[in-house]
C-alpha cells in the first residue's frame, strides 16, 4: 500500500460548491502539507501542520482551510470552489525537514 | 528573478546519453531536495543533500555551498528517465520549502 494517499483522485465541481480533499500517510511523519501545482509554475505551499495541534498558513492559504484529524490525516477544503482554483493539489509528508513523500495528486477542475 | 531557478526548462536527449540538469538558489539552505514527477503526475523524492555529491545508481547529484548551485546528473540515460525533474532548498531557518519550475526531460528510444 502506498505511503501517502490521497481521496478523491479526480474531482469535478461547480463554482461555488464546498470540496474536501482528504489525506492519509502510514509513515508516521510528524510534518504534513498541501501544495497546489499550476502549469509553469513550481509547487506553491497552501497550508502546512507540523503536528496535530500546530496548522499553519502557507503563502497560498486564502480560500482554503485545512483539519488535521489525526498525526496521519490532514484535510484541505476548499470553502467556495472557484475557477482559478483549478490545479493538481498534493499532499506531503516529512519527519522534520527530511526526505518528502508526496501523495499520488488530486485533479480538480471547477467549472 | 526566482529565488530557485532550474535549466534547462526542456530537454531532450537520445537514449544513452549523459544528461545534466541545474538548479540556482538565491537563498540560504538547510538542504536541497530534487524530485521526480512522473508523466502520471506522481512525485518522487530523488536526493536530499546539503553539501557533496550523491549517488544512486545512474543518477548523481551535486551541490555547492558556496556557489549557491546543484546539478543533477543522469548516465546513461534511458527512455523510463522521461520524467519532470524538480528542485527544491528547505530555506535555512524557516518551514519554507521553495520549488523550482522544474525541467521536462524526454529521452528517446
Same mark, same amino acid.
Given at each position: 500500500?502506498?505511503?501517502?494517499?490521497?481521496?478523491?483522485?479526480?474531482?469535478?465541481?461547480?463554482?461555488? #460548491?464546498? %470540496?474536501?480533499?482528504?489525506?492519509?500517510?502510514?509513515?508516521?511523519?510528524?510534518?504534513?502539507?498541501?501544495?497546489?501545482?499550476?502549469?509553469?509554475? *513550481?509547487?506553491?505551499?497552501?497550508?502546512?501542520?507540523?503536528?496535530? #495541534?500546530?496548522?499553519?498558513?502557507?503563502?497560498?492559504?486564502?480560500?482554503?482551510?485545512?483539519?488535521?484529524?489525526?498525526?496521519?490525516?490532514?484535510?484541505? =477544503?476548499?470553502?467556495?470552489? %472557484?475557477?482559478?482554483?483549478?490545479? $493538481?493539489?498534493?499532499?506531503?509528508?516529512?519527519?522534520?525537514?527530511?526526505?518528502?513523500?508526496?501523495?499520488?495528486?488530486?485533479? $480538480? $477542475?471547477?467549472? | 528573478?526566482?529565488?530557485?531557478?532550474?535549466?534547462?526548462?526542456?530537454?531532450?536527449?537520445?537514449?544513452?546519453?549523459?544528461?545534466?540538469?541545474?538548479?540556482?538558489?538565491?537563498? *540560504?539552505?538547510?538542504?536541497?531536495?530534487?524530485?521526480?514527477?512522473?508523466? *502520471?503526475?506522481?512525485?518522487?523524492?530523488?536526493?536530499?543533500? =546539503?553539501?557533496?555529491?550523491?549517488?544512486? *545508481?545512474? $543518477? /548523481?547529484?551535486? /551541490?555547492?555551498?558556496?556557489?549557491?548551485? =546543484?546539478?543533477?546528473?543522469?548516465?546513461?540515460?534511458?527512455?523510463?528517465?522521461?520524467?519532470?525533474?524538480?528542485?527544491?532548498?528547505?530555506?535555512?531557518?524557516?518551514?519554507?520549502?521553495?520549488?523550482?519550475?522544474?525541467?521536462?526531460?524526454?529521452?528517446?528510444?
Amino acid at each position: 500500500d502506498a505511503d501517502v494517499t490521497q481521496t478523491p483522485r479526480n474531482r469535478i465541481t461547480k463554482t461555488g #460548491k464546498r %470540496i474536501m480533499l482528504e489525506c492519509s500517510q502510514t509513515k508516521g511523519h510528524d510534518r504534513m502539507y498541501w501544495y497546489r501545482q499550476d502549469p509553469g509554475l *513550481g509547487l506553491r505551499l497552501i497550508y502546512y501542520s507540523f503536528d496535530v #495541534k500546530d496548522i499553519n498558513k502557507g503563502e497560498i492559504s486564502d480560500g482554503y482551510s485545512v483539519s488535521r484529524q489525526a498525526q496521519a490525516k490532514f484535510s484541505l =477544503s476548499l470553502e467556495s470552489a %472557484i475557477p482559478n482554483q483549478t490545479a $493538481l493539489y498534493f499532499c506531503a509528508t516529512s519527519m522534520g525537514t527530511g526526505w518528502f513523500y508526496f501523495g499520488p495528486g488530486t485533479r $480538480l $477542475l471547477v467549472l | 528573478k526566482n529565488e530557485v531557478e532550474q535549466s534547462p526548462q526542456n530537454l531532450t536527449a537520445q537514449e544513452g546519453e549523459f544528461i545534466t540538469i541545474n538548479c540556482s538558489y538565491s537563498v *540560504g539552505i538547510s538542504a536541497l531536495h530534487w524530485l521526480q514527477q512522473h508523466p *502520471g503526475g506522481g512525485i518522487v523524492s530523488l536526493f536530499m543533500l =546539503s553539501s557533496g555529491k550523491k549517488k544512486h *545508481g545512474r $543518477l /548523481i547529484a551535486t /551541490i555547492n555551498i558556496q556557489e549557491k548551485h =546543484s546539478s543533477l546528473h543522469i548516465t546513461a540515460s534511458h527512455p523510463r528517465d522521461s520524467a519532470v525533474y524538480i528542485c527544491a532548498v528547505g530555506a535555512y531557518g524557516t518551514y519554507k520549502y521553495i520549488f523550482g519550475t522544474g525541467t521536462r526531460l524526454k529521452v528517446l528510444a
